[in-house]
């Protein structure tokens, strides 16, 4: 079982939302992958899709809070940088222990709860603000 891009996630703002089910999707097949006991070197691809897909998404937010003088600019990076880490934690955990039972709870529970959390949350008062400023385009 994967996690959904609800519509209570969506931001409306199409580049964000697009980048948001990538990211998902991705998660899902790093998810599936594991559960279904690929081998290392598919998981491997795909932590490594994420972790270069975290960081092309992130830069295009903090492109947009700088653009905009977004005023939550540095907290926001704050919560990007934590979840780039959590990344490089993780690909170095698969590369010590391989897909194991724990690896996936951890993928699971870390990676799908900060998403979900930051997307509600942090993403969804970003686009808030962009959307009230009278100069905001894709």
């Known amino acids: 079982m994967g996690i959904l891009f609800t519509d209570d996630l969506k931001t409306n703002i199409i ?5 948001h089910q990538e ?5 899902n097949e790093l ?9 290392s ?3 491997s691809s795909v932590i490594n899709f994420l972790e270069n897909y975290v960081k092309t998404h992130f830069q295009n937010e903090e492109r947009y809070m700088l653009q905009y003088n977004y005023p939550g600019y540095n907290f926001h990076k704050i919560q990007h940088e934590t979840f780039i880490k959590k990344t490089e934690e ?3 955990t698969f590369k010590k222990f391989g897909p ?7 993928v699971s529970s870390t990676i ?8 509600r949350e942090m993403d969804r008062e970003l686009a808030n603000y962009l959307k009230k400023q009278n100069n905001f385009k894709e």
């Open 90 to 92: 993780l690909k170095d």
């Open 23 to 27: 990211l998902f999707k991705v998660t």
């Open 41 to 43: 070197e598919a998981i």
């Open 112 to 119: 799908v709860n900060w998403l979900v959390n930051h997307i």
């Open 100 to 106: 194991t039972l724990s690896f996936t709870i951890t």
């Open 31 to 39: 998810l599936g992958a594991c559960k279904e006991g690929k081998g």
């Open 15 to 19: 580049s964000i939302d697009f980048q």
